[in-house]
């Protein structure tokens, strides 16, 4: 006997037990109650075709014969039907059709095609690199997100990879390789992790501007941290006519956004604490110097080991993300003073974006509302003091007025107003 169960979205799905006792779903999706009624009937021919080992019934075989291959693939693996097979086509497999991906994607940069490769790894430990992708299910792509999280990856991390999976295994059901994407419905949350987040506060950028070992790595901090540049992207693509002296602002091109629309670039204003390390690298630059940082230019350059030697020489321990929070320190910084609308423009992301990922609640942000409580409580015990006053003189003024007017007479009245008739 085979039943229907209802999920959260309109989704449903047929349940029943094999005749070796083994429990079998078929998740249908989002179908109608008479589609889904229309679905169990005929699993149910099936399994009663099965149980007797019986042909099937000729209605239930030409039902069979016509329904699309998502569907004739889930009765297949709850073994209810034959698979179907190609003559020309041999299934594919999961680590040809994730490294073909990747190829196929020659303007990737290369942070994204670090991650998608790391997501091809966890992909290919986990399922097996021989593994035919029709033959991953909803339920194997459920097991995968519970085994990422078993292994100690937080929910942020857990959540990038489905969302790279489920990238993966969309361009596979646009090739016509699978006939649903099992990522499609797995639970990926939010990203944002504020246990990473870190508020790098002035007098630590003071801190870290003096332990540089020279002017251009104290301008790659600045631009970081006054600039609210993305490293070491934006700051390589800075140029030397970027910088508008006599306007008061920078040209920033972004690599990373540049696909989106107006995304490629941003202007920002050239701030005060950025000026004297620009000039002075101005100064310093060789003649016909094009960009304005010139160190970490080759392929295997790495900011990060450096400036974690920074911080060790300034005896500061490194925070999480350490450019990241450099930049969404500025932001917060800067949203204390302008218009989210126009932090956003100079940052280079949305309203939303910055409240999830840069946005941070700080030390000041506390002092700040503690101090403007203090100065208040002085001036709201004077003003309610003098209503104090006001209220007790018309208490005892009022009675002895009555009190010497004996013509006047003051009926008992309750919260009801007084009507006239």
């Not at 002035?202 to 631009?223: G, K, M, S, Y």
């Not at 956003?344 to 942000?365: L, M, Q």
Request: hydrophobic letters at 35%; aromatic letters at 8%; one cysteine or more.
């Amino acid at each position: 006997m085979a039943t229907i169960g209802n999920d959260p979205g309109g989704r449903r799905r047929i349940l029943f037990v094999g005749p070796a006792g083994k429990r079998h779903t078929i998740r249908l999706g989002k179908v109608s109650e008479r589609i889904a009624q229309t679905i169990l009937l005929k699993v149910e021919s099936l399994l009663a075709a099965k149980v007797a080992h019986q042909p099937v019934d000729r209605e239930t075989a030409a039902w069979l014969a016509e329904i699309d291959d998502r569907l004739h693939d889930r009765l297949a693996r709850a073994e209810l039907a034959p698979r179907r097979t190609s003559a020309t086509t041999a299934p594919a497999k999961l680590d040809a059709f994730l490294d073909g991906y990747i190829k196929s994607r020659a303007k990737l940069k290369p942070n994204t095609t670090r991650n998608l490769e790391q997501t091809r790894r966890l992909l290919t430990d986990h399922f097996g690199a021989q593994r035919e992708l029709r033959g991953i299910s909803e339920g194997d792509a459920d097991g995968y997100r519970e085994k990422l999280l078993h292994d100690g990856y937080s929910p942020a991390t857990v959540s990038r990879e489905i969302k790279r999976a489920r990238q993966y295994f969309k361009a596979a059901l646009r090739a016509k390789l699978v006939d649903a994407n099992p990522f499609a419905d797995v639970k990926a949350e939010s990203q944002a992790n504020s246990d990473r987040d870190f508020f790098v506060t002035r007098q630590t950028a003071q801190a870290v501007l003096d332990a540089c070992p020279d002017n251009e790595w104290r301008l790659i901090f600045a631009l970081s941290r006054f600039g609210g540049l993305r490293c070491p992207s934006e700051h390589l693509a800075l140029t030397w006519n970027d910088i508008d002296w006599e306007h008061d602002r920078i040209h920033v091109r972004s690599p990373k956004t540049e696909h989106l629309k107006g995304g490629a670039s941003r202007t920002i204003p050239l701030f005060p604490e950025l000026r004297p390390y620009l000039e002075e690298q101005f100064e310093r630059a060789e003649p016909g110097t094009v960009h304005v940082i010139c160190r970490a230019r080759g392929p295997n350059s790495n900011l990060r080991t450096q400036f974690t030697r920074i911080l060790e020489a300034a005896k500061i321990p490194a925070w999480p993300k350490l450019f990241h929070n450099l930049r969404a320190s500025r932001e917060t910084e800067l949203a204390d003073e302008f218009p989210i609308h126009v932090v956003c423009e100079w940052i280079g992301n949305s309203p939303d974006v910055a409240r999830k990922h840069y946005f941070t609640v700080t030390d000041d942000h506390f002092a700040k509302a503690a101090a403007q409580k203090a100065a208040q409580n002085p001036a709201q015990s004077v003003h309610a003091g003098s209503r104090t006053d006001s209220h007790d003189e018309s208490e005892t003024a009022a009675p002895l007025a009555f009190a010497n007017d004996a013509t006047v007479q003051v009926p008992p009245r309750g919260v009801e107003p007084r009507f006239s008739d």
